[in-house]
């Protein structure tokens, strides 16, 4: 029989995030998920986190992994040939030690949560989004 893992609570995931030296602090005044949401932060990246509608999913990622530039969570943008961040208002090539960076603060947190780790994830970073300039306009 498989033995079932208890999930901690939202407060012991913030818990386990600050002894772990996870920057936590309320998700800011402009943020569009409202209230109750928390951006951790370690190695130059953030993610935001909310709790989770009932015991089952205790937390819940409102904003994905990424790199910090200028206050805002980049987006991870692949083009087949290079990866980049993208925010709203800068792109720039991401390099391997931000890449190495965002892996590690992704399996920190999950571990943190109590998540499941999947394979194709715990290989390496994956991207927010793909764009390959060989099939734009394609159908």
Known sequence: MAKTKKLPTFDEVLSSLGNERFDVAPAGAGANHGSGAYRVSKYGC??????????????????????????????????????????????????????????????ELKEAAGAQTLYNEALGTTSDRYEYDRVKGRE
């Open 46 to 107: 953030a993610a935001e986190i909310a709790q989770g509608p009932d015991k089952d999913a205790p937390l819940r990622i409102v904003s994905r992994p990424g790199f910090v530039l200028g206050g805002e969570i980049a987006r991870l943008l692949d083009r087949g040939y290079q990866k980049f961040f993208k925010t709203s208002r800068l792109e720039i090539p991401a390099t391997a030690d931000h890449l190495r960076d965002i892996h590690r603060f992704s399996e």
